[in-house]
Nanobody, 128 residues
Framework: QVQLVESGGGLVQPGGSLRLSCAAS????????IGWFRQAPGKEREGVSCISSWDGSTYYADSVKGRFTISRDNAKNTVYLQMNSLKPEDTAVYYC?????????????????????WGQGTQVTVSS
C-alpha cells in the first residue's frame, strides 16, 4: 500500500528556513519521482517542485526557484524540500505526491493531475 507522510511544517518568521520531509512506504523512491505542492486558503493547489523518477533531475516553479531545494535520500526512502528565505506568500499546506507512471522533471511534473497518491499535508506559516 502506497503511503506518503509529510512532516516538518511549522511557524517561521519571514526570511527563515524550514525543511519538509516526505516519507514513503509501500514503494521505493529510487525509481519513483515525487512532486511537492502547496495550497493556500481560497487558492488552487500549486506545483512547487518535483524530482524525476529516473535520473533525479529536478524542476521548480518560478515562485520558489533559488530559494527551495528538493532532494532524495534513497536509504531513508524520503524526499526533502529545503525552504530558505521564506516569505509570507509561502504560507500554505504543503503536500507531496507520487505517480504510478513516474514523474518527469518539467512543467508536467508540477501539474496536480499528473499524480496518483498524496500525503495528508503539513502546514507552513510564514509570519512575524
Amino acid at each position: 500500500q502506497v503511503q506518503l507522510v509529510e512532516s516538518g511544517g511549522g511557524l517561521v518568521q519571514p526570511g527563515g528556513s524550514l525543511r519538509l520531509s516526505c516519507a514513503a512506504s509501500g514503494f521505493t523512491l529510487d525509481n519513483s519521482g515525487i512532486g511537492w505542492f502547496r495550497q493556500a486558503p481560497g487558492k488552487e493547489r500549486e506545483g512547487v517542485s518535483c524530482i524525476s523518477s529516473w535520473d533525479g533531475s529536478t524542476y521548480y516553479a518560478d515562485s520558489v526557484k533559488g530559494r527551495f531545494t528538493i532532494s532524495r535520500d534513497n536509504a531513508k526512502n524520503t524526499v526533502y524540500l529545503q525552504m530558505n528565505s521564506l516569505k509570507p506568500e509561502d504560507t500554505a499546506v504543503y503536500y507531496c505526491a507520487t505517480a504510478e507512471m513516474g514523474v518527469v522533471a518539467g512543467t508536467r511534473g508540477l501539474l496536480w493531475n499528473s499524480y496518483d497518491y498524496w500525503g495528508q499535508g503539513t502546514q507552513v506559516t510564514v509570519s512575524s
